[in-house]
């Protein structure tokens, strides 16, 4: 099967045991370009129950097999995926961009990259990630082994499409376990369309599967009998519910990568400029469509009026480049549908009424498609919905501070723990500050970043478990103890 895809041939059928099928339900996924609003499809695929019963078949035949593959097989699978992956990544990228809207530069090409990287990472793994083992002091001689799980499944949101594949399907597929993935309804042909790579790579049948498909689909993966885990990014609320599903049904693993409002917090004594540029970084990314995003800018009194006028300015020149997401002098595109305008625009109404004082943004750009303007509010109560919520657009709230005491209890007033930032040219402060935060990740003079080789994930409601490096691994894999009697 050649890779044929294109915005006028796009892939709408489910990839089941290394076929496109026709889903067996009657209801499709209606799809949007946000840069003007047309409608791109209202005949996508939405897997259903006998459609995902299918998968889970194919996944569970195939799984003896795939779990007993030499290492050095199963590693150039991943590394030829890697390479088609990139091979395409263009193509990719724009079938992702034709319904998130962000452009190829850069935000498109670093999802392509990372999803090459994640498999060219875990492929590294394969032959090193061992298990253990104890000296038989005891009388017995202990193995460790570390044994994958069966059925796994990735459950994805819209703002990551490609890359989330790779933190996903990457680390489940180099530990030996089949793989289903289902992307958002927002965004599923990147996803949809990796069947052919699937099959050039030499993935066997049954081995990589793609659901498209809504919450529906999602939680009858969730609640799914024989699907060992879940692997999930995406909201709170929704991670909430798969959870429950988990345990209501069989138990089965669950990594959840949910939502942040990440502070950064910026001392008298940082580079100034540096500091600037991450912290508008942070929100202009994607449209500030980011987990990690910095979106609570904490700027310390010294310093506040000169960080305020610099990171205005550094947002007024970004918004320059917002436009139509194909064109290649476009940095950032729209948002990526008419409810996730309508709702950040509302955040930006209310902030407007009371909440804080708009340092710079506010509106919408154009009168066609979700383009809306960098949008930073000031002197934001602690208690304000604003200061307090995730809002998921290129939305901050700036204010100041004294002291360090007094910032940390300020970072860490919050239900949220995904990152944290700080800056700073003290290196005693920065760790100092670094240990209190209470957050699963903490840049020092950088934030709203990841790396594929160290643990990625929050803390608090930000979710439990870790992506990346060899956590992702142990996350796919059940601890197998074996005791041998060295005794008789
Ligand atoms: P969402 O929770 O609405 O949807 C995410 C996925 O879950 C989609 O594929 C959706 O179809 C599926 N889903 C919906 N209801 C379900 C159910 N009941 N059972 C199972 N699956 C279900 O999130 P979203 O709007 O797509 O994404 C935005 C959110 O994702 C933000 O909160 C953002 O912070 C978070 N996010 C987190 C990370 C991270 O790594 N921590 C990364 C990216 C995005």
């Known amino acids: 099967m050649a890779f044929s895809f294109s915005k006028s041939n796009l892939p709408k059928q489910l990839f089941i045991n290394n076929e496109y099928v026709a889903s067996k339900n009657s209801k ?16 996508v695929d939405l897997a259903g129950e006998t459609d995902v ?9 195939a799984f003896p097999s795939w779990k007993k593959l030499a290492p050095t097989a199963r590693r150039d699978i991943m590394l030829k995926f890697a390479s088609l992956v990139e091979q395409h990544g263009q193509t990719l990228a724009e079938l992702s961009r034709i319904t998130l809207g962000t452009p190829y530069e850069p935000f498109g090409k670093f999802e392509v990259g990372a999803c090459a990287e994640a498999f060219k990472y875990n492929a590294g793994w394969i032959d090193k990630f061992a298990g253990e083992s104890f000296p038989q002091d005891d009388g017995f001689l202990k193995i460790v082994r570390n044994e994958p799980l069966g059925v796994t499944a990735g459950i994805v949101p819209w703002n ?36 052919p790579l699937i099959i050039e790579a030499g993935f066997p049948p049954g081995v990589f599967q793609v659901l498209s498909g809504d919450g529906t689909t999602g939680a009858l993966i969730s609640s799914h009998m024989k699907i060992r885990k879940v692997s999930f990014t ?29 502070p950064a917090v910026i001392f008298d004594d940082c580079n100034l400029e540096n500091a600037i540029t991450w912290a508008a970084n942070a929100i202009t990314a994607n449209t500030g469509q980011v987990c990690f995003a910095a979106t609570r800018i904490y700027v310390q009194e010294g310093i506040y009026d000169k960080f305020a006028e610099g990171y205005k300015k550094a947002l007024e020149e970004r918004a320059k480049a917002i436009g139509d997401p194909d064109a290649a002098t476009s940095v950032m595109g729209p948002l990526v549908d008419k409810a996730q305008f309508d709702r950040v625009s509302g955040f930006i109404e209310r902030g407007k009424n009371g909440q804080g004082t708009l340092l710079t943004g506010g509106s919408r750009i ?24 995730e809002i998921f657009g290129p939305v901050a709230v700036l204010n100041s501070f004294k002291t360090e005491e007094e910032i940390i209890e300020k970072s860490n007033d919050t239900n949220f723990g995904l990152m944290a930032g700080v800056f700073t040219q003290d290196i005693n402060k920065a760790l100092r500050v670094a240990s209190e935060f209470d957050s699963g990740m903490v840049g020092i003079n950088c934030v709203s970043l990841m790396l594929l080789s ?9 979710g439990s478990g870790r992506e990346c490096g060899k956590d992702a691994l142990q996350a ?6 074996i005791m041998i009697n060295m005794t008789y």
């Open 366 to 389: 154009g009168d066609k498609g979700f383009f809306i303007q960098p949008t930073v509010f000031t002197h934001v109560a602690a208690d304000a919905e604003i200061h307090t919520e």
């Open 454 to 462: 160290v643990p990625f994930g929050g803390s608090k409601e930000s």
């Open 476 to 481: 796919f894999t059940e601890r197998k103890t």
């Open 53 to 61: 019963d299918a998968a889970v078949s194919a996944g569970e035949k």
């Open 28 to 43: 499709k996924l209606e799809v949007f370009n946000p840069k003007d609003g047309s409608l791109v499809a209202n005949d």
């Open 234 to 262: 995406g909201s709170i609320p929704t991670g909430k519910r798969i959870q429950e599903a988990a345990a209501k049904s069989n138990l089965k693993r669950v990594t959840l990568e949910l939502g942040g409002k990440s």
């Open 160 to 195: 990551g499409p490609l890359g989330t594949v790779g933190l996903k399907a990457a680390p489940a597929l180099a530990t030996g376990n089949c793989f289903i993935l289902k992307p958002s309804e927002k965004t599923p042909f990147a996803s949809l369309a990796l069947g």
